[in-house]
Each structure stands twice: as structure tokens, then as C-alpha cells.
């Protein structure tokens, strides 16, 4: 198929075979038989010599355990342009770099008006690249293209207007290959109903993913698994209460039950601390953060 494509593609455009991708856009490619190491090292070293951080002192998480920021800090502001830059050298970053994705998520939240406390965070997050300055990820070969999902959401995290943050990651066999942290569009009342918007957006997701996959004709066996760790949003999903606690809850976001019934997806729970997209919603205490990082594949070149 594949050099069939190519036979089609040189027909209509002038092109060169120059063999095995190494390096595309600031992101370089180690192709091996066990697998592909992708990372952006070249990219980290001209953004630390950018912001002179070059020699900064490292640091082993990209933001405290249980930190929360805010619009209203006190502190004097900073050069708002410089920090958008900074913000956005991160956020390419997050390409290759899903550990990070969070914390970028979360100091994006102030490119307004921002104030010398989220500098400091987007810095402290620069100390945690100068530490990890050769990771990358690595996608392990493998002939098992089953899709499974993580679905999960911290509640109220934003302290300035409530909202939660929904993180998702999907994996083919042991290899992350999609993932999100976003913070959710209303507030929600309960960890429950959280829980269900971060899922509804999975299973979205989840959807796409099969259509996709099957056009490529990697059709899907069986629903697709999504992993949750909250039993109140499985149970909902699967049989509905509409009681006091839950009746809230928008009918949209019941989208999950109707995919449940149909075995496009199945809900399975699993406790928190297996709780693959955990480190997308949440400042973790180093332990924790460390096995997540290294379960999404986030590491120095295994391949």
C-alpha cells in the first residue's frame, strides 16, 4: 500500500526519496526494529538559551504538588509578550513531551495580563525540561492495534471561575498516540457530573478514533475500553438515575450511554493511582507524576 501511494503521489508531484524520516519541523525521529523514539532536544536547548535559562538549576516535577494559580496574584506584572512567547515555545513542545501538557495548559490560562507568579511557573517548567532535556517519547512496535482509552477530571480546579479540567489519552496497544488536557467549557456541580463531561468528550473522541482507524482498515473488534475511576459516572452511563443528584446533569452529555449500548465503547473502572490521564488534569506529588510519565511512554530512548 505504502509504495503504491508513492507511485501515485511522484505522478502528480516532483518528488525525491531521501529515505527514512530523521528530523521534520524541530522534532527528530530514531527509527529502529523495536520501535520509533520521537523528541525535541535541538528545540529545548535553543528555547533555554532563548529565555536564559540555559544554566538554570533543574527540577524533577514541572510544577509543585497541589499548586493553584490565579488571575488575581498578587505581584507585579511582567512583559506580556515575552511570557506569550515563552507559553508558546512550551506548547510545541507538548508535540513530543505529553508530561508537560498540563502545566502548559495551565499557565496558558493567563497570556492576558499576566503576573510575575505565572512567569515564575512557566520558568519553573523550563527547570523541569533542563532536567529531562533528552526525553522524549517512544512508541514501542508492536502487531496489537487495539484502541483503549483514559478518561478523567480533577473538580473545580480553576479557582477563579470553577471549572474543571478534562484529561484523555487513548493508547494502541502500549503506546500513547492521542491525548488532551482542557479545561471543561461550564462548571459543574459534583465530581460526578465532571466526570461525565470529561467522558463525553472521550467517547467523542473514541468515535472518531474507530472511524479513522477504519479507514485505514484497522477496524476495531469489540467496543473500544475507556477507563474510568469514578463507579458514580460508569453507573450513569450504563443506567441512568434521573433523581435529585443527577437530573442536572445536560442530556448531551448522556451521548456515553447511548455508545455504551450500542458496544461502541465499554466503561471499565480502575483505581486511581492506574489512572492513566491522571497527569492530565492535576499537579502530582514527584512518585506519582514519575510512574504516570513513564507509563505514557515519557522517557529517554528505549528503541
Not at 518528488?15 to 530523521?22: A, R, Y
Given at each position: 500500500?505504502?509504495?503504491?501511494?508513492?507511485?501515485a503521489?511522484?505522478?502528480?508531484?516532483?518528488?525525491?526519496?531521501?529515505?527514512?524520516?530523521?528530523?521534520?519541523?524541530?522534532?527528530?525521529?530514531?527509527?529502529m526494529?523495536?520501535?520509533?523514539?520521537?523528541?525535541?532536544?535541538?528545540?529545548?536547548?535553543?528555547?533555554?538559551?532563548?529565555?536564559?535559562?540555559?544554566?538554570?538549576?533543574?527540577?524533577?516535577?514541572?510544577?509543585?504538588?497541589?499548586?493553584k494559580?490565579?488571575?488575581?496574584?498578587?505581584?507585579?506584572?511582567?512583559?506580556?509578550?515575552?511570557f506569550?512567547?515563552?507559553?508558546?515555545?512550551?506548547?510545541?513542545?507538548?508535540?513530543?513531551?505529553?508530561?508537560?501538557?498540563?502545566?502548559?495548559?495551565?499557565?496558558?490560562?493567563?497570556?492576558?495580563?499576566?503576573?510575575?507568579?505565572?512567569?515564575?511557573?512557566?520558568?519553573?517548567?523550563?527547570?523541569?525540561?533542563?532536567?529531562?532535556?533528552?526525553?522524549?517519547?517512544?512508541?514501542?512496535?508492536?502487531?496489537?492495534?487495539?484502541?483503549?482509552g483514559?478518561?478523567?477530571?480533577?473538580?473545580?480546579?480553576?479557582?477563579?471561575?470553577?471549572?474543571?479540567?478534562?484529561?484523555?489519552?487513548?493508547y494502541?496497544?502500549?503506546?500513547?498516540?492521542?491525548?488532551?488536557?482542557?479545561?471543561?467549557?461550564?462548571?459543574?456541580?459534583?465530581?460526578c457530573?465532571?466526570?461525565?463531561?470529561?467522558?463525553?468528550?472521550?467517547?467523542?473522541?473514541?468515535?472518531?478514533?474507530?472511524?479513522?482507524?477504519?479507514?485505514?482498515?484497522?477496524?476495531?473488534?469489540?467496543?473500544?475500553e475507556?477507563?474510568?475511576?469514578?463507579?458514580?459516572s460508569?453507573?450513569?452511563?450504563?443506567?441512568?438515575?434521573?433523581?435529585?443528584?443527577?437530573?442536572?446533569?445536560?442530556?448531551?452529555?448522556?451521548?456515553?450511554?447511548?455508545?455504551?449500548?450500542?458496544?461502541?465503547?465499554?466503561?471499565?473502572?480502575?483505581?486511581?493511582?492506574?489512572?492513566?490521564?491522571?497527569?492530565?488534569?492535576?499537579?502530582?506529588?514527584?512518585?506519582?507524576?514519575?510512574?504516570?510519565?513513564?507509563?505514557?511512554?515519557?522517557?529517554?530512548?528505549?528503541?
Open positions: 500500500m505504502f509504495e503504491e501511494f508513492k507511485r503521489m511522484s505522478n502528480e508531484f516532483e518528488m525525491t526519496n531521501i529515505g527514512l524520516m530523521s528530523y521534520y519541523l524541530g522534532i527528530e525521529v530514531k527509527q526494529e523495536e520501535g520509533i523514539f520521537i523528541s525535541q532536544e535541538n528545540y529545548v536547548r535553543e528555547v533555554l538559551k532563548r529565555f536564559n535559562m540555559s544554566n538554570c538549576k533543574p527540577m524533577n516535577t514541572p510544577i509543585a504538588s497541589g499548586i494559580l490565579s488571575k488575581f496574584e498578587e505581584g507585579g506584572s511582567v512583559d506580556a509578550t515575552l506569550r512567547n515563552l507559553v508558546g515555545s512550551l506548547r510545541y513542545l507538548t508535540c513530543t513531551r505529553l508530561d508537560i501538557l498540563f502545566r502548559v495548559g495551565l499557565v496558558s490560562r493567563y497570556l492576558e495580563a499576566p503576573a510575575t507568579v505565572h512567569l515564575k511557573a512557566a520558568k519553573r517548567i523550563l527547570r523541569y525540561i533542563k532536567g529531562t532535556i533528552d526525553f522524549g517519547l517512544n512508541y514501542f512496535a508492536s502487531n496489537d492495534f487495539t484502541l483503549r483514559f478518561s478523567d477530571s480533577d473538580w473545580a480546579g480553576d479557582i477563579d471561575d470553577r471549572k474543571s479540567t478534562t484529561g484523555c489519552v487513548f494502541m496497544g502500549d503506546t500513547a498516540i492521542t491525548w488532551s488536557s482542557k479545561k471543561q467549557p461550564t462548571v459543574t456541580l459534583s465530581t457530573e465532571a466526570e461525565c463531561v470529561a467522558l463525553n468528550s472521550c467517547v467523542t473522541h473514541a468515535v472518531w478514533l474507530r472511524n479513522l482507524l477504519k479507514e485505514l482498515h484497522v477496524t476495531q473488534e469489540g467496543p473500544t475507556i477507563y474510568v475511576d469514578k463507579k458514580s460508569i453507573a450513569l452511563a450504563k443506567n441512568p438515575q434521573f433523581h435529585e443528584r443527577s437530573k442536572h446533569i445536560d442530556t448531551r452529555y448522556h451521548y456515553v450511554r447511548q455508545c455504551v449500548e450500542d458496544k461502541v465503547v465499554q466503561l471499565i473502572f480502575v483505581k486511581s493511582h492506574n489512572q492513566m490521564a491522571d497527569i492530565l488534569t492535576k499537579a502530582l506529588k514527584f512518585d506519582d507524576f514519575k510512574k504516570l510519565r513513564s507509563c505514557l511512554g515519557v522517557g529517554k530512548s528505549h528503541v
